[in-house]
């Protein structure tokens, strides 16, 4: 057990040298369902999406689009708390020709220290697009992400945006983590004890000794 434990804190210790601003996915905070289009996005038309950010530290937001090498850019993005909110909390460009051949655009933004909880309300833009070539963003057609709802034009549409939010997995998360780990590494004992015990007291005690019969040897165990 000692082992054990010395060999977990030598891997602890280099994976927490080699952790940094690592951005992990958020399974309570996604809709990954597509069946249809969004409305589509240009000129001073958008869509949004709000969420509530189930971990600390959020710090992307990546959505899922058909790729069109002809959708004029940049696509603007811009992280608010609500949709009728002009205050943005982050904002970003991303350049539509380099995410061709890509199923999905990752939009990564400086950590929100405190987004546990909170709801948040993601909006996409595509100022220069037309209504021939559109951003085209991949959705489901109706509400299936209980705690948010899509927009488009900034008011509600039937529907989720197909999105996945990230958050910022940093030396704090990773030795909370490490710590509960080893906590629970204890739990195991008693169980491991009870399964160990009845083979070890006959291994260390018992010792077979032939007994004669007439159909040939036999053995049992003697204690002692």
């Known amino acids: ?6 060999r977990l804190a030598g891997s602890g210790l280099i994976a927490l040298v080699l952790t940094g601003c690592v951005a992990r996915f958020d399974p309570d905070t996604m ?3 597509a069946d249809v289009e969004a409305p589509p ?11 509530i950010a189930a971990r600390q530290r959020l710090c992307a937001i990546e959505v899922g689009w058909q790729t069109c090498v002809d959708v004029m850019g940049p696509l603007v993005f811009h992280l608010r708390s609500d949709p009728t909110s002009t205050d943005d909390l982050a904002s970003g460009k991303i350049s539509p020709s380099h995410r061709l051949g890509q199923q999905t655009i990752r939009w990564r933004f400086p950590p929100i220290t405190h987004s546990q909880g909170r709801q948040f309300y993601l909006l996409i833009e595509a100022p220069q697009a037309t209504l021939d070539h559109p951003l085209r963003l991949n959705a489901v ?16 549409w039937p529907g989720d945006l197909n999105f996945l939010a990230f958050y ?13 780990a ?8 008693p169980v491991a004890a009870l399964f160990w ?3 070890f007291l006959v291994l260390q005690f018992g010792q077979p000794h032939a007994v004669a019969s007439t159909g040939g040897n036999r053995w049992r165990w003697h204690w002692g």
């Open 1 to 6: 057990m000692t082992k054990l434990l010395l």
């Open 168 to 180: 910022d997995y940093d030396r704090l998360m990773f030795l909370g983590d490490m710590t509960r």
């Open 41 to 51: 996005v240009y000129e001073g038309h958008s869509v949004g999406q709000t969420f």
């Open 182 to 189: 080893l906590s629970e590494v204890w739990l195991f004992l």
């Open 141 to 156: 057609g109706h509400d299936v992400y209980i705690p948010g709802s899509a927009y488009a034009d900034g008011l509600p």
């Open 31 to 33: 809709q990954l369902r």
């Open 197 to 199: 015990a009845p083979g």
